[in-house]
């Protein structure tokens, strides 16, 4: 049962344009969000997380979006870089009576940004 | 660099050996998670350490699979008499606290013969 879903593996964007990237999830326990981005060879980066109270938060670049009636959130990148392309995984933990704030992961979204 | 440290990068052994995995987590961080990551797929969670207790383990970590964390400062990950499907990435995370994003190591790439 996959809990977080990235329906689009692949993604191709020209420089300087803006980079969307989708994630979908089931369990409504779900209450706080991330983005990493991960490189070859290297173990995946914190890129922004959002809060199950907000439904906007941005940092520089970076914008990401919940909308919890839709059980949907997603990723902006404006401008897109070169330097962006990289996998894209979507990641979601639930509070509970373990609290242990494991996370579960989508499959991830491969971004390409083209010069 | 007080990041996340994993050793070794990679780890290549024969099928039926035990391999040992070590991660260093951010100094101030008491949560720590290992993960297990498979090509095509993102990282699925295997255990969790808060200090030196071990507070939860997945259903992915078979017998085969010990984890510590003594002292509640660095982890080990053994993983006893070795199968082929126990070739993935074996990734290291550490937190300071629920609601706060986990800090990943760059992994232990795990290939079986």
């Known amino acids: 049962d996959q809990q977080v879903k990235q329906n689009s593996p692949s993604l191709s964007v020209q420089e300087g344009r803006i980079s969307i990237l989708n994630c979908d999830y089931t369990n409504s326990m779900f209450d706080y969000f991330l983005w990493y981005k991960k490189y070859p060879a290297e173990g995946p980066t914190f890129l922004i997380s959002?809060?199950?109270?907000?439904d906007k938060n941005e940092d520089g670049r970076f914008t990401v979006f919940l909308n919890k009636s839709a059980k949907h959130l997603s990723l902006h990148i404006v401008p897109s870089q070169p330097g962006d392309s990289a996998v894209y995984f979507c990641?979601?933990?639930?509070?509970?009576?373990?609290?242990?704030?494991?996370?579960?992961f989508g499959q991830g979204t491969t971004l390409q940004v083209k010069p | 660099d007080t990041g996340v440290s994993q050793d070794p990068r990679h780890k290549i052994t024969k099928r039926g050996q035990n391999v040992t995995f070590r991660c260093d987590p951010i100094?101030?961080?008491?949560?720590l998670y290992w993960y297990r990551q498979t090509l095509g797929q993102g990282p699925e969670f295997l255990t969790y350490f808060q200090n030196e207790a071990q507070l939860e383990k997945s259903r992915l970590l078979s017998d085969r699979f010990s984890a510590e964390r003594p002292k509640g400062s660095f982890s080990t990950l053994e993983i006893q008499r070795t199968e082929q499907g126990d070739s993935a990435m074996y990734l290291c995370?550490?937190?300071?606290?629920?609601?706060?994003?986990?800090?990943f190591g760059d992994g232990t790439r795990l290939s079986i013969l």
């Open positions: 959002i809060s199950s109270i907000k």
């Open positions: 100094s101030e961080h008491n949560r």
């Open positions: 995370a550490s937190s300071s606290g629920v609601g706060q994003p986990q800090h």
């Open positions: 990641a979601a933990s639930a509070r509970g009576s373990s609290n242990t704030g494991k996370l579960i």
